[in-house]
């Protein structure tokens, strides 16, 4: 499975960006797709996930703020980014992990807000 990210790049406070990651190789259903992120000296963060039905989860830094998405029939992930703020800036990475538990990343795309 090769993962490839897109969308990230420089945007302003309060702005909004929308990252896709395309998804090829062996891919089976019940798999679960997601965004990681990474700040400089920060430890890696779930930013969102969701399932093959469409079930997503969200750490409280941003929900209500971003929206994870995916069509299955292309196999695509996607977020919606808004009211971006500054401690957002980071490297994002797209990951899918397997119905047999094996995870595959996504090069980064980095998001940088700025004031």
């Known amino acids: 499975v090769q993962l490839q990210a897109s969308g990230g790049g420089l945007v302003q406070l309060g702005g909004s960006l929308r990252l896709s990651c395309v998804a090829s190789g062996s891919i089976f259903s019940g798999n679960v797709m997601g965004w990681y992120r990474q700040a400089p000296g920060k430890e890696l963060e779930l930013v969102a996930s969701?399932?093959?039905?469409?079930?997503?989860n969200y750490p409280d830094s941003v929900k209500g703020r971003f929206t994870v998405s995916r069509d299955n029939t292309k196999n695509t992930l996607y977020l919606q980014m808004n009211s971006l703020k500054l401690e957002d800036t980071a490297l994002y990475y797209c990951?899918?992990?397997?119905?047999?538990?094996?995870?595959?990343w996504g090069q980064g795309t980095q998001v940088t807000v700025s004031s």
């Open positions: 990951y899918l992990m397997s119905r047999t538990f094996n995870t595959y």
């Open positions: 969701i399932t093959s039905d469409g079930r997503t």
